[in-house]
């Protein structure tokens, strides 16, 4: 999965940001900390969104069980 990717991709990043003399290229350095906190941002987006997902999942299983007969609410 998308996130699951992303995920292996800051761990390994951030082993490289890791290392020492990581800032003597500092262009490489500003690049790969922009990288790792845009994938970050993605990720915290894409959770947001599978909770609030799921909270609806759960409202709308809730308003099917309390409609009376199995009819639908409206």
Known sequence: MLIENEESEIK????????????????????LSKKVADLKDEIEKWQILEKEINELLELAKDLSAEAPNGAKAD
């Open 12 to 31: 390994s990043l951030e082993l490289e940001m890791n290392e020492p003399g990581f800032w003597n290229d500092q262009k490489r350095a500003t690049w």
